[in-house]
Nanobody, 120 residues
Framework: QVQLVESGGGLVQPGGPLRLSCAAS????????MAWYRQAPGKQRELVAA???????NYADSVKGRFTISRDNAKNTVYLQMNTLKPEDTAVYYC??????????????WGKGTLVTVSS
């Protein structure tokens, strides 16, 4: 079983930066893709950014050029560097990982989320 634990959320002023981290722990064979999602109050959860095990990344149009996703496979950790934050980036940010518990068994794992508030 795998646990995903996010950290780095908090209150930041508009235009400021923030870096989120998500570390995977537990017993598993390997981790495939990792991603960050977010859910704002009253809205559906949406994909923010995703990255493959090889490092290929893609982003939601709303964050392109401002956010950067990266990962450290040796540490089973994914990061989200968020720059030029806007009030509309306020949301709970969730870490997601596609995890192989064995070479033939895959599961979709989620963290509990970390709150990011962009406000002056």
């Amino acid at each position: 079983q795998v646990q995903l634990v996010e950290s780095g959320g908090g209150l930041v002023q508009p235009g400021g930066p923030l870096r989120l981290s998500c570390a995977a722990s537990g017993s598993f064979f390997s981790i495939n893709a990792m991603a960050w999602y977010r859910q704002a109050p009253g809205k559906q959860r949406e994909l923010v950014a995703a990255i493959t095990s090889g490092g290929s990344a893609n982003y939601a149009d709303s964050v392109k050029g401002r956010f950067t996703i990266s990962r450290d496979n040796a540490k089973n950790t994914v990061y989200l560097q968020m720059n030029t934050l806007k009030p509309e980036d306020t949301a709970v940010y969730y870490c997601n990982a596609v995890v192989f518990s064995t070479p033939f068994s895959v599961m979709d794992s989620w963290g509990k989320g970390t709150l990011v508030t962009v406000s002056s």
